[in-house]
C-alpha cells in the first residue's frame, strides 16, 4: 500500500455505528484515513457479516488499518454475541491451571485472526488485591491476579499465547486502575498513591510488559502523585512521556483509552482531547462512538505541526510494518471448530475453579 493521502488521520483510532457502513460513513473513512477501527457490540450481527464489514474496512483504508476489539474472557468478550463466551481471567486465575490461560490466548488469537482482527485490546494488566473487584472501578473479574507477579505470570501467559497466532496484544490500563474507587467510564477517578507505592506495585506489573506488549492503554484516572490538578493520566506528560517512554524505555505503540469517556469528555472536548493527547506522548487516540468525535479529532491533527504529529506517525508506521492482513475469505468451518473449543475452555475452567473451591 502506498502511503495514506491525508496521514494526520493516522493517530485516529475510531468506531463505527452499527453492522454495515453507510454511505456517510464510507465518505468519512475515506476522508480522514484513520489508522485503525474499533469494534464493538452494535457492529457484531454473525460471523460472515463481521467478516465483511472488516473486509470493506481494509478496502476503505489507505494503508492495512488497526484493526481491534476487547476480548478479555468472560463479560468483556465482544465476539460472545455471534459465539461462546470465553472464561474470564478470574475465572481461569480461580481454576490455577496454567495450561488453560495458554490456551486461551491461542484461541483468541486463532479467533480474531479468522476475522482480520490484529490487535487485542487485553490483557488487562490491573491486579485485584481481593478475590473481586476491589471498588466499583470497571475492573470485576477482569484481572489476572491478587498481586504484580501473579499478573506478571498470568497474563504472560495469555500475552505470548495471542501472539504467536500473529494477533498483536495491549496491556493497560497504564498506569494502573487497582486503586481506582470509581469507575472512569462515568467519571474521573481520583487513586491517592504515592510514587513509591505505584512503582513498587502497578508499575511492577507494566514494567515487565515493555519489551514484550505491542501497545500500551493509557487510563484516564488523576494520579496526583504526578498532577495536583485533575489531569487524566491519558493527557499527561509526565505519566505517558516522561514515565512510560523515558524511564520505562517502552518503544511500542502508546493509546489512550476511550476519550469518550466521563473520567475526560466531561472536563474536555474531543479538540482539546486530542491535542493534549499527542502532546503528551500517545501515538493513538481513542474515539469510540461518536464519528463526528473523529472528525474534530482529524480537524485538530490537521492543524498540528509536522513536528509534533512526528512522534506518532513514526510509531504507527512501525506498528504497521508487518500488520497481518485480512484472510482472503471467511472460513465458517474454522470459525466453527474455534467457537467449539472456545466453548470447551470455558466448561473445563468453570468445572476446575468449582472443584478448587
Not at 470497571?138 to 504467536?164: H, K, M
Not at 495491549?170 to 491517592?192: I, M, N, Q, S
Request: glycine residues 8%; proline residues 7%; hydrophobic residues 45%.
Amino acid at each position: 500500500m502506498h502511503p495514506p493521502r491525508q496521514p494526520h488521520g493516522q493517530p485516529i483510532l475510531m468506531g463505527v455505528p452499527g453492522p454495515a457502513l453507510t454511505a456517510g460513513t464510507r465518505a468519512l473513512i475515506r476522508r480522514l484515513q484513520p489508522g485503525g477501527f474499533i469494534l464493538f457490540g452494535r457492529n457484531l450481527a454473525a460471523p460472515r457479516q463481521l467478516f465483511d464489514l472488516i473486509a470493506e474496512l481494509y478496502a476503505l483504508s489507505d494503508t492495512t488499518p488497526i484493526v481491534t476489539i476487547d476480548q478479555e474472557g468472560g463479560r468483556v468478550s465482544r465476539l460472545k454475541l455471534i459465539g461462546a463466551e470465553p472464561p474470564s481471567a478470574a475465572q481461569l486465575c480461580r481454576a490455577a491451571d496454567a495450561d488453560l490461560i495458554r490456551e486461551h490466548g491461542a484461541l483468541t488469537g486463532q479467533l480474531l485472526a479468522l476475522f482480520g482482527i490484529n490487535l487485542d485490546l487485553a490483557p488487562v494488566v490491573d491486579y485485584a488485591p481481593t478475590a473481586g473487584a476491589t471498588a466499583d472501578n470497571s475492573l470485576r473479574d477482569r484481572c489476572y491476579g491478587a498481586t504484580p507477579d501473579e499478573v506478571i505470570a498470568n497474563a504472560g501467559l495469555f500475552l505470548d499465547a495471542l501472539q504467536a497466532h500473529g494477533v498483536r496484544g495491549t496491556v493497560k490500563h497504564f498506569p494502573g486502575y487497582t486503586h481506582c474507587a470509581r469507575d472512569p467510564h462515568g467519571e474521573l477517578p481520583r487513586v491517592d498513591r504515592a510514587r513509591a507505592q505505584l512503582d513498587a506495585e502497578e508499575l511492577r506489573a507494566f514494567r515487565a510488559f515493555t519489551g514484550r506488549a505491542d501497545a500500551f492503554m493509557v487510563g484516564h484516572a488523576h494520579f496526583p502523585a504526578w498532577h495536583p490538578e485533575p489531569v487524566p493520566a491519558s493527557l499527561s506528560a509526565p505519566i505517558i512521556r516522561e514515565l512510560l517512554i523515558n524511564q520505562l524505555g517502552y518503544r511500542g505503540l502508546v493509546m489512550t483509552d476511550d476519550l469518550e469517556m466521563g473520567a475526560v469528555a466531561t472536563r474536555y472536548g474531543a479538540r482539546r482531547a486530542t491535542r493534549q493527547a499527542i502532546a503528551a506522548g500517545a501515538h493513538l487516540v481513542m474515539f469510540c462512538h461518536n464519528p463526528a468525535c473523529a472528525e474534530l479529532a482529524h480537524d485538530t491533527l490537521a492543524l498540528m505541526s509536522a513536528a509534533e504529529l512526528r512522534p506518532a506517525l513514526t510509531a504507527l508506521a512501525a506498528f504497521k510494518q508487518h500488520l497481518p492482513r485480512i484472510p482472503a475469505a471467511f472460513d465458517a468451518a474454522r470459525f466453527d471448530e474455534v467457537n467449539a473449543r472456545v466453548k470447551s475452555l470455558r466448561e473445563r475452567a468453570l468445572t476446575l475453579a468449582a472443584r478448587r473451591g
